[in-house]
């Protein structure tokens, strides 16, 4: 069959690796997903919206990929059903060669005075408590591989750290934290830990902060998507155990 249109194996840094993307209909995960497949990933799509993960295998399909839907809502999963994922993907492809955590929850600015206890305690289990499970649970599969890859994607820090970013600005700071310890435990291993923090990107996230939006260095998610495939390929190994900060 003709192969004109589709990269070359030079350009294809995922060949052969299976690829787990959580928060994969979303801006950035959207983008990352088509990014990864035409880089040759075999990839594992995770979301709880089952529509929009349709969306993205649609887009993907597009590229030459097959990938496999997973729906999962973050929120209410608990470590067996991240124990249960895991074991799926063992069966079903028989590895596990990166993890890219792009799920976020945020749903407005608001002063942590008057923010509800239980939304409070939900917004920090999304984006700090269940990427940790779901990783914790990836671990075993992903020292198999010679070369895997756990990439968290993370706010600026500077800037989720001023008034009323509540909760989604706690739980990146966790979660920034948990990079550099996640590095230092697995530095002896095949398990490479990195984080990326893109520029402002134009995405649902972004837009229930800034309703009117005027940031003229603000870039579509697709932007980044490159720097999603580095890190997950083994180029990746020269930002281990560092956040990437890439501007687009």
Not at 12 to 18: A, C, F, G, T, Y
Not at 99 to 119: M, N, Q, R, S, Y
Not at 211 to 231: E, F, N, S, W
Request: hydrophobic content about 45%; charged content about 20%.
């Amino acid at each position: 069959m003709s192969l004109i249109g589709l990269p070359t194996r030079a350009e294809r840094p995922l060949e052969q690796r299976v690829v787990l993307i959580a928060g994969a209909h979303g801006g950035l995960g959207a983008a990352a997903a088509s990014a990864c497949a035409a880089a040759g990933a075999t990839l594992v799509l995770l979301g709880r919206k089952v529509p929009k993960l349709n969306r993205v295998y649609d887009a993907v399909a597009q590229a030459g990929a097959e990938p496999l839907l997973y729906p999962l809502d973050l929120e209410g999963a608990t470590p067996d059903d991240y124990a249960e994922l895991a074991d799926r993907i063992h069966a079903e492809l028989g590895r596990l060669d990166g993890v890219l955590h792009c799920a976020a929850e945020f749903k407005g600015l608001t002063p942590l005075e008057h923010t509800d206890p239980a939304a409070f305690a939900r917004v920090v289990h999304v984006n700090l408590t269940a990427p940790w499970w779901l990783s914790q649970a990836c671990l075993p599969l992903l020292k198999q591989s010679d070369d895997a890859a756990l990439v968290f994607v993370l706010d600026d820090l500077e800037r989720v750290a001023q008034a009323y970013w509540g909760a989604y600005g706690v739980a990146q700071h966790g979660l920034t934290a948990l990079v550099g310890m996640l590095h230092a435990e697995l530095v002896s291993t095949g398990v490479r830990v990195s984080g990326l923090q893109p520029g402002p990107m134009r995405t649902g996230l972004r837009s229930r902060a800034y309703a009117d939006d005027g940031d003229a260095q603000a870039r579509d998610a697709a932007d980044y998507a490159a720097a999603c495939v580095t890190l997950l390929s083994s180029a990746g190994a020269e930002h281990r155990g560092r956040v990437w900060k890439v501007r687009a």
